[in-house]
């Protein structure tokens, strides 16, 4: 972004004053604050564009977003959880799934993994691609700055349990994901040192009206139809006396904010502490504190438990018309912040375009502070929730079932290497492994509450001694191992990676998988302990096994998914296979014709009579030895002729297949039926047709048949 272009003039003008006189500090140091060094913003003097979101021009980090990725990628999918507690992080649960995304310009979709560690500091997001022949839970532990077997302590959940798990997870991803923000604003005037100070001022300046004016809206809280944000921000406008009777709020990247205003909230010319406004705004995490004057503020004085971030706002320039808005005005905006830690954005000297430029950095600022301390400060009921929680979903949700199975479970030790001083404190200086004296010119070990030499305490398999690296202790045969071989002895590989197991083995197919690998071979989907089918021993899930090798239902043309009846050459659902005269189930003895069965009672002609003709069907009984199909139904042999047009006008039979036949006019004759319509004398390939009737030339050169 363009700054504004100073001159060498104006910058030696410029230095001179600052050499003069120092900018006084914004706050009065406290020992349980730390301060950012504040920064000076400059806005240069124009008309401010509106200050909705899709007019920034200035865009910063927003560290903690809304999405609510459980929700929207993980609980309507299948999906993997598991749970357990470690040492050193506490209650852990690992969400993860498995799934395809396109990439653009590739034909083929890319498989990556995504996953949510739920911790006593909140949810970590991660996203890995797949990498074949890696560990997804060593990388997940990485991506989590921890050691890269930290995972290992996780129990799978079994799919029984699972339902209800991903209840309670959606519900513990509401109270961690919210929009809705409670954001306090006092006003100080000329020489107010302190926030009791400045809740004793009962107006507004016309500075600070003009400053709220571009930080939201202004409303009447009556008439507001946001009843959910009133009774998150406790403003109550029903009090007679003191009543809160209008409120700021604005929308911000998607957060709904509004706003404790000092000068908004009820007053009492009687209570010096205005205990009313001090209620609302001491129980506010992050308040901005706008200040004319150059008095700093003193946060000794801060005397709330719950204010963690205070940031304070000073107009240092000349402040424009109401009309146009704070433009063409410097502030200088710094922030302090009791037990929060660090968090963006960083505050440094910048000149605007525009003044929502300033907005987005100070809200963007404050929200970050708001959740930062939520999360870090101690204290917040938000905190002891979610270890509640967590330790709740650990201690119940650890159970297994048979379809998943651990490897022995490993507990890598440590040896240590004992001073040859102190060996003779130890109560016993023989080795475990020679029996004789550790004495003091040599080096000892004590791992297994025994004393070793060092080069007696070895692998059991490769003979290579520890020293102090670390071992494993084989329960089964209470043998030592080194870590490799222990792995090739007693842990299985991976039919997917190719890496050994120590965690959770699926046994399928004739193999050993990870869980997370054990997945349908044609979507990819993780199998984990759900049923499959397995096809020359590959192993899918059950849409994608039917879809590939599955049949359609000739009745309802879906893929059959478990029992079906095959008849004629076809293929039903069990439920599809039903009597096409009746509609009921056909069992026992049943005839088979026209693509479906029929109890031999109701095989009848299904041709149905024209209205002329009286209307319904013809319901003969039809014979299994002789069908006659048209249009998908059975017909008579008279109505299946007389649908093709194939009855003789003169006899009124059929004209079988094979039968010699003459067509006149749409209309068909048996070869020995054609005959002249006066004399009866069987016609050749001379005739006249006249009236509808056929006649041999001697009888129409006589004229018309009587």
């Known amino acids: 972004m363009e700054k504004l272009r100073i001159s060498e003039a104006e910058e030696e003008e410029e230095g001179g004053a600052a050499a003069a006189a120092a900018p006084q500090p914004m706050f009065e140091a406290s020992p349980e604050f730390t301060v950012e060094a504040p920064a000076v913003y400059r806005i240069k003097p124009r008309l401010p564009r509106s200050v909705e979101d899709k007019h920034l021009t200035q865009s910063y980090s927003m560290e903690h977003m809304l999405e609510r990725w459980y929700r929207d990628f993980f609980a309507r999918k299948d999906h993997q959880n598991y749970v357990g507690t470690h040492p050193a992080h506490g209650p852990l649960v690992l969400s993860i799934l498995r799934e395809r995304i396109h990439v653009a310009g590739e034909k083929k979709k890319k498989r990556q993994y995504r996953a949510i560690v739920w911790t ?9 691609p797949r990498v074949p022949g890696k560990d997804i839970f060593g990388t997940l532990a990485k991506q989590c700055g921890w050691e890269a077997n930290a995972l290992s302590v996780l129990v799978f959940v079994g799919k029984q349990h699972r339902p209800k798990l991903v209840e309670e997870l959606l519900r513990f991803e509401d109270t961690e994901v919210t929009n809705k923000l409670v954001l306090g604003v006092v006003s100080g005037e000329p020489g107010q040192a302190t926030l009791q100070q400045m809740l004793g001022n009962e107006h507004a300046t016309r500075e600070f009206e003009t400053f709220m004016e571009f ?14 944000l009133v009774r998150l921000a406790s403003l109550d406008f029903q009090k007679h006396d003191g009543a809160d009777t209008f409120t700021y709020w604005t929308r911000f990247l998607g957060f709904e904010i509004v706003f404790h205003v000092s000068t908004l909230l009820a007053y009492s010319a009687t209570d010096p502490q205005q205990v009313e406004r001090k209620r609302k705004i001491g129980n506010d995490v992050a308040v901005i504190v706008f200040k004319t004057g150059d008095t700093p503020l003193s946060l000794a004085d801060v005397s709330s438990k719950v204010n963690h971030v205070i940031g304070c706002v000073s107009p240092t320039g000349t402040t424009a ?9 410097s502030y200088r905006f710094g922030v302090a912040t009791k037990h929060v830690g660090e968090f963006g954005p960083a505050l440094n000297d910048e000149t605007y375009d525009d003044v929502s430029d300033f907005r987005t950095l100070l809200l963007t600022k404050m929200i970050n502070g708001s959740k930062v301390a939520y999360r870090n400060a101690p204290g917040f009921h938000v905190v002891k929730t979610r270890v509640l929680l967590l330790t709740d979903l650990v201690k119940r949700f650890t159970q297994r079932t048979s379809l998943v199975s651990r490897v022995i479970e490993t507990r890598r030790r440590k040896s240590v290497l004992i001073p040859p001083a102190q060996l003779k404190a130890l109560r016993s200086g ?28 070895v692998c059991y398999r490769c003979k290579e001694p520890f ?14 191992y080194c870590e490799r071989d222990y792995l090739e002895l007693f842990c299985p590989v991976c039919a997917e990676c190719n890496e050994h197991i120590t965690d959770y083995v699926v046994q399928a197919c004739g193999k050993t998988w990870h869980m997370i690998h ?41 893929i059959i998914e478990g029992k079906h009846i095959e008849a004629m050459g076809r293929f039903f659902h069990e439920a599809c296979y039903v009597c096409g005269g009746c509609g009921r189930i056909a069992e ?20 149905v009579a024209h209205a002329n003709e009286g209307g319904g069907e013809c319901g003969a009984q039809l014979d299994a030895a002789e069908v006659y199909e048209f249009g998908g139904k059975p017909f008579c042999k008279l109505h299946y002729y007389q649908a093709h047009n194939m009855i003789c006008v ?33 016609l050749t390939s001379t005739f006249v047709e006249q009236n509808g009737a056929v006649l041999c030339q001697n009888c129409h050169t006589g004229g018309s048949p009587a």
């Not at 006593?120 to 890995?128: A, E, P, Y």
């Not at 054990?518 to 499959?532: A, I, K, V």
């Not at 005839?591 to 009848?604: E, L, R, Y």
Request: charge should be negative; hydrophobic fraction near 30%; glycine fraction near 10%.
């Open 467 to 480: 020293g102090s690296n670390p071992f494993i202790l084989n329960k089964k045969d209470e043998h030592t």
């Open 430 to 457: 023989l080795c475990g492994g020679c029996g004789k004296p550790i004495t003091v010119a040599e080096t000892g070990v004590c791992a297994i509450n025994q004393n070793w030499h060092i080069e007696h305490f």
């Open 588 to 607: 026992g003895e049943c005839i088979t014709a026209v693509g479906q069965p029929w109890h031999a009672d109701c095989f009848k002609c299904k041709r």
């Open 518 to 558: 054990f997945s349908c071979d044609n979507c990819g989907q993780p199998l984990g302990e759900e049923t499959y089918m397995e096809k020359e021993g590959t192993a899918f899930c059950h849409p994608c096994y039917y879809e590939v090798y599955g049949n359609t239902c000739e009745k309802c043309s879906t």
């Open 120 to 128: 006593q500091q909140g949810m970590l997001r991660c996203l890995v």
């Open 650 to 682: 003169a006899c009124k039979e059929p004209v079988l297949a094979g039968t010699k036949a003459i067509n006149v006019s749409n209309r068909t004759y048996h070869a020995e039926c054609f005959t002249c319509s006066a004399c009866d004398t069987k």
């Open 321 to 329: 018309a109401p009309a146009a808005g704070p433009g063409g005005v």
């Open 215 to 228: 930080l939201g809206t202004k409303v009447k809280i009556k008439d507001w139809e946001k009843p959910d």
